[in-house]
């Protein structure tokens, strides 16, 4: 599979640093520099039959029509796609206006991902959202007037400015809408935010964990009785409507990332990065040359990150796998946590795979973390 990411973006957003130049002139360099990377590395894949390609990273929905199908028109110059592809467009609601969402409907995109964040405006203004609560609702019937089903949306829970009775109608509006899938995250203030000066000069509190734990719990039981299934700690899906990329990355699959900061991985030990800097992007690959580093992981890198990942999913880790690939000295210690950890009911087991019950997720990260090598 390939991701694509675009790096442009509009506003820069209270709880990230992400904010680059959409001139006319840096978008086609930008482009141009795209398509560059996608020649140089067009023998990376072995498999030439992509299951999903995304444009993801910024906000790729300032790119027109025609824009995004050039892209994919080169993506097709080295790749055949399944009948099946699933094809995905990151978007922000305020982007998604009739005329965009018109000339989406005419390209091969067939899921969009959109960040509606919250229904509530006092959430939007938080995270300094450039859409309000209206147009969160309005861009998700237009994008299915136009006839895309396959819909995800982001959902932020935790806010200072929510509460869990407002989470709550955030859920019900996003099930009335009858969205298939949804990604939910709790709010985390980051370093050299906006967010974080706010919290640290007292302007709004914290993020609460006992409020977040109290929202999280609520949506896994409500959504479960709404039809979806939890199939990783943020995602809820629909039958039928799980991502295919992400569960792809969750399965340690190879992928191509490209693009600034896009990462990329073989599916074993190696993982590589192109730089973060536009400027340098492009000059490199003007030049003939791959922005990106890279790196072999070594065995406990890779245990640590097989746990990691693995825990946060419904598939959990097969132990089988771990057995195939690690040595006795990495798993003697392992087994020894996880038979701890399964007393204390932390951890559980089935059919050979590992898993966290689910009402130990909201803290897998920790809980996987203990069971790492250092």
């Known amino acids: 599979m390939i991701y694509l990411h675009i790096p442009f973006c509009k506003q820069k957003c209270s709880y990230c640093n992400f904010h680059f130049s959409t001139s006319l002139r840096g978008k086609e ?34 790119l027109t029509g025609d824009e995004i199908k050039g892209l994919i028109d080169e ?43 919250s229904f509530f405006d006092d959430d939007l203004r938080l995270m300094n959202r450039a859409h309000n609560a209206s147009e969160a609702d309005a861009s998700i019937k237009r994008a299915q007037d136009y ?9 932020i829970y935790g806010s200072p400015t929510s ?10 509006r996003a099930v009335a809408l009858q969205v298939p899938h949804i990604s939910s ?55 039928g409507f799980h991502s ?9 699959k190879p992928y191509l990332g490209i693009g600034p900061s896009a990462h990329s991985y073989n599916g074993l030990n190696r993982r590589s990065w192109n730089v973060a800097n536009n ?18 992981l070594q065995e406990k890198d890779r245990f640590n990150e097989m746990l990691m990942i693995g825990l946060r999913t419904v598939w959990g880790v097969d132990l089988h796998r771990l057995n195939r690939n690690f040595s006795p000295e990495i798993l003697q210690g392992f087994n020894q946590d996880v038979a701890r950890k399964i007393s204390e009911g932390i951890l559980r087991i089935e059919k050979d795979h590992l898993f966290i019950p689910e009402e130990h997720w909201f803290m897998a990260d920790g809980i996987a973390s203990d069971l790492f090598v250092l």
């Open 185 to 239: 995250y709790a709010l985390t203030v980051e370093p050299k935010t906006a967010l974080e000066n706010w919290v640290r000069t007292q302007k709004i509190t914290a993020p609460a964990e006992e409020e977040q734990n109290e929202e999280f719990h609520y949506m896994c039981s409500f959504l479960k009785e709404s039809g979806f299934e939890h199939y990783e700690i943020s995602n809820f899906a629909k039958p």
């Open 279 to 296: 400027v340098l992007y492009i000059k490199n690959l003007e030049a003939g040359i791959l922005p990106a580093e890279a790196e072999h």
């Open 75 to 117: 993506v097709l110059r080295y790749y055949s796609f399944a009948d099946d592809i699933e094809i995905t467009l990151e978007a922000n609601p305020d982007d998604l206006d009739g005329i965009f969402v018109k000339e989406l409907a005419s390209t091969p995109i067939n899921r969009l991902s959109i960040g509606t964040q």
């Open 244 to 252: 295919r990329h992400n569960a792809a990355y969750w399965k340690y």
């Open 163 to 172: 509460s869990l009775t407002m989470w709550k109608e955030n859920l019900n």
């Open 147 to 155: 006839g895309f089903e396959n819909l995800s949306i982001d959902l």
């Open 29 to 62: 360099e930008m482009l141009q520099a795209i398509k560059k990377e996608l020649f140089l590395r067009k023998d990376e894949l072995d498999n030439k039959v992509l299951k999903s390609l995304y444009f993801g990273g910024g906000t790729p929905s300032v």
